[in-house]
């Protein structure tokens, strides 16, 4: 199966840029999509098709896919966006999706 | 608006099976699939399988093979995952979402229902 690499855990300064990377092989080939969990709650679809975002999902949230990663890029970060975030792909070999481990969010 | 409204919580004995429920509604049920992915306590999600609302073909996570079935009910716009043989291992908080196909992006979620498996 297809491994997608997230870091555990990410802190950043409200106010600052928090990025969120999502590593695996040549995943730049690949459609990469994110998802925000905030505790108790069900995801939500924050980035799609690598940089394209949902109907009401603020333009402070980006992502780029290149190479062996894809990044979820969050610009001015409020106490809000404190959240677990999950990229996920398609894995056309075992022909289902993958998703990563997950990254916890902490706003300072 | 599109909603996907979950069946309560459950619990389970060992070996019991569950099945839940997610119905849909502000969209045309039979353009979309539903996948179901599920979420082990302080864990990340698990993908288990998809549906299709428009022919009902089925795309099953191999660890789960044998042991879950997805079914659709067009006629209220629900789809249905059941689980058998349930373990302990299999407690976990249960969410259908929307999929263009199979392949897409998972747009919008149900809330979730929380299935406990304990003797």
């Known amino acids: 199966s297809y491994v997608l690499t997230q870091p555990p855990s990410v802190s950043v300064a409200p106010g600052k840029t928090a990025r969120i990377t999502c590593g695996g092989n040549n995943i730049g080939s690949k459609s990469v999509h994110w998802y925000q969990q905030k505790p108790g709650q069900a995801p939500v679809l924050v980035i799609y098709y690598d940089s394209d975002r949902p109907s009401g999902i603020p333009e402070r949230f980006s992502g780029s896919n290149s190479g062996n990663t894809a990044t979820l890029t969050i610009s001015r970060v409020e106490a809000g966006d404190e959240a677990d975030y999950y990229c996920?792909?398609?894995?056309?070999?075992?022909?289902?999706?993958?998703f990563g481990g997950g990254t916890k969010l902490t706003v300072l | 608006q599109v909603q996907l409204v979950q069946s309560g919580a459950e619990v389970k004995k060992p070996g019991a099976s569950v099945k839940v429920s997610c119905k849909a509604s502000?969209?045309?049920?039979?353009?979309?699939?539903i996948s179901w992915v599920r979420q082990a306590p302080g864990q990340g999600l698990e993908w288990m399988g998809w549906i299709s609302a428009y022919n009902g073909n089925t795309n099953y996570a191999q660890k789960l093979q044998g042991r879950v079935t997805m079914t659709t009910d067009t006629s209220t716009s629900t789809a249905y995952m059941e689980l058998r043989s349930l373990r302990s291992d299999d407690t976990a908080v249960y969410y259908c979402a929307r999929q263009d196909s199979s392949s897409s992006p998972f747009d919008y979620w149900g809330q979730g229902t929380l299935v406990t498996v304990s003797s």
């Open positions: 996920q792909v398609w894995d056309s070999s075992s022909d289902h999706p993958e």
């Open positions: 502000g969209y045309t049920f039979t353009s979309y699939g």
